[in-house]
């Protein structure tokens, strides 16, 4: 397999990955809101695209080893196991961690501080409801379970 097969295969296992996450949030907000989930994705469908392009971007400068590099120029001091985790390369067989690494993505922009300033969506929330953000955090209800 060639290295631009390579590539591609690790970037469709992280979407599949990210795929699947969303489906999973969407599922759970369903039955949590009592909606369908055709009516979820209706409510999120641009937070979802918004939050995939920002993982997907963030993740094809880890793929091209190149996430570190980014990492010094911002001057964000790291450890250097940090530094060599950001520097992998991934090759042939990776495909499952690139699928793992797109399963945990969304989660995982939620707590960048510097994408909160800038208005990128919050990840699904269970606790907040889909779109009123008036739920109860301490039930783990949604207004609408109430």
């Given at each position: 397999m060639n290295a631009h097969h390579v590539y591609a295969v690790n970037v469709l296992a992280f979407l599949i990955g990210a795929i699947l996450h969303v489906l999973a949030e969407v599922d759970r907000l369903s039955k949590l809101d009592k909606k369908t989930r055709t009516q979820v994705l209706a409510d999120r469908?641009?937070?979802?695209?918004?939050?995939?392009?920002?993982?997907?971007?963030?993740?094809?400068?880890?793929?091209?080893?190149?996430?570190?590099?980014?990492?010094?120029?911002?001057?964000?001091?790291?450890?250097?196991?940090v530094t060599k985790i950001l520097?992998?390369?991934?090759?042939?067989?990776?495909?499952?961690?690139?699928g793992v690494i797109g399963y945990a993505f969304d989660s995982a922009l939620g707590?960048?501080?510097?994408?909160?300033?800038?208005?990128?969506?919050p990840p699904i929330d269970d606790t907040q409801g889909v779109t009123s953000g008036q739920g109860n955090k301490n039930s783990g209800t949604s207004p609408s379970s109430k």
């Amino acid at each position: 397999m060639n290295a631009h097969h390579v590539y591609a295969v690790n970037v469709l296992a992280f979407l599949i990955g990210a795929i699947l996450h969303v489906l999973a949030e969407v599922d759970r907000l369903s039955k949590l809101d009592k909606k369908t989930r055709t009516q979820v994705l209706a409510d999120r469908w641009v937070a979802i695209l918004v939050r995939t392009f920002i993982s997907l971007a963030i993740f094809l400068g880890f793929l091209n080893g190149k996430l570190d590099d980014i990492v010094d120029a911002l001057g964000i001091p790291t450890p250097a196991f940090v530094t060599k985790i950001l520097d992998i390369k991934m090759g042939p067989g990776y495909g499952w961690l690139c699928g793992v690494i797109g399963y945990a993505f969304d989660s995982a922009l939620g707590y960048i501080p510097a994408l909160q300033k800038i208005g990128v969506p919050p990840p699904i929330d269970d606790t907040q409801g889909v779109t009123s953000g008036q739920g109860n955090k301490n039930s783990g209800t949604s207004p609408s379970s109430k």
